[in-house]
């Protein structure tokens, strides 16, 4: 039977075993929690890295500076032609020459080749000079060529057919926009809003002061307009003549629309 101090020394050598290995517990403890730590702080890193490689990478949607908003350009001789880029050309063309001094006289004969017939045309630059430049640069660069006259009005008061837009819609121009020249218009009478249009005008459509472009239209029975449309020549005797031809075919739809025999315009040219 052990004594008593056998038995305290057993009991000191247990307990030196248990502080042991608790102690050697509690280090494997720490060698995980330290490993466990390390492993995670790689795999952020890792994560990170990866993240910057692929935006730094060959990503060219990610890489491309944004486009710089365009700022509209105006020619700078004396008719100042305005391009706005908001408002692309619908077929490519470049803005007139805006030659100084702007021609101001005479007349420059022009030849439209449809469908329908012939409709030979008379520019005047003495009554609108930058809206003649700009139409005789268009027929030139052949602008008008291979488009449609989208739009034909038989109505008490207008009797009109308007070409000019490539789109065949009515929105589409060349690119660059044309002031007004309105000075040899006639005031409207007193109480009136409107004056009169002849036969054989040939004048700018418009959407608005200062939006005259590639549209125009062809006067083909007398008719009334408030005093907003560039006047800027005249049809002449076999163009009216085709034109009464395509009014008598009639409209698509009520009094305003697309002729019902389409009016093409194959070829446009100076004389």
């Known amino acids: 039977m052990p004594t008593n101090q056998q038995r305290r020394e057993a009991a000191k050598r247990k307990l030196e075993r248990q502080l042991t290995r608790r102690a050697e517990r509690a280090k494997k403890r720490r060698i995980v929690a330290t490993a466990l730590t390390v492993g995670g702080v790689v795999v952020v890193v890792g994560l990170i890295y990866l993240l910057v490689v692929l935006n730094s990478g060959d990503n060219s949607a990610a890489n491309q500076p944004t486009d710089t908003p365009q700022e509209p350009k105006t020619t700078s001789g004396p008719c100042k032609f305005s391009s706005n880029p908001a408002k692309p050309a619908s077929k490519p063309v470049d803005a007139p020459p805006d030659v100084d001094p702007t021609p101001n006289a005479g007349t420059a004969k022009v030849n439209v080749k ?35 006259c989208h739009r034909l009005v038989n109505s008490a008061s207008l009797k009109v057919l308007q070409c000019g837009d490539p789109t065949a819609q009515g929105s589409g121009g060349p690119g660059f926009e044309i002031k007004d020249e309105l000075a040899s218009l006639p005031k409207p009478a007193a109480g009136q809003e409107t004056i009169p249009y002849p036969k054989g005008t040939l004048a700018m459509a418009n959407a608005g002061p200062n939006t005259s472009g590639s549209q125009f239209f062809m006067v083909y029975g007398d008719s009334q307009l408030p005093p907003n449309y560039t006047v800027f020549g005249t049809i002449d005797a076999a163009g009216l003549a085709t034109l009464d031809k395509v009014a008598a075919g009639g409209i698509t739809e009520g009094q305003d629309g697309a002729p019902k025999n389409p009016v093409n315009i194959e070829t446009a040219t100076v004389a």
């Open 114 to 148: 449809t469908s329908q017939g012939d409709i030979p045309l008379t520019i005047d630059r003495a009554k609108a000079p930058c809206t003649a430049e700009a139409i005789e640069h268009l027929v030139k660069a052949k602008f008008y060529d291979g488009t449609s």
